[in-house]
């Protein structure tokens, strides 16, 4: 959680997200001899994958946008007037 809330970057995000949703699993499959706990923490696996995947599309989006993951410079070229964003990059 720590990895995740201050990272600098994406890929920092990315992989603390991902521990969040480990730690999640490994949480609800603590009981793991009960078939309803089982089966729950399947689901929250299969869940936390389709957002994994939608994080990494995003984070590749503003790569190839942006070629970078640095939040800083993301969001100084988020913040630029309409005219300078397309050169922001440059």
């Not at 869940?47 to 790569?63: K, P």
Request: one cysteine or more.
């Amino acid at each position: 959680m720590l990895m995740l809330v201050t990272g600098d970057n994406f890929l920092q995000l990315f992989l603390g997200w991902d521990g969040v949703g480990l730690a999640s699993y490994l949480l609800i499959h603590f009981w793991f001899t009960r078939l309803q706990a089982d089966k729950a923490a399947i689901k929250a696996m299969l869940v936390n994958r389709v957002g994994d995947f939608g994080l990494a599309l995003g984070i590749f989006g503003c790569f190839t946008l942006f070629q970078t993951v640095d939040f800083s410079t993301i969001f100084a070229c988020a913040s630029a007037p309409r005219n300078e964003w397309i050169f922001c990059n440059m």
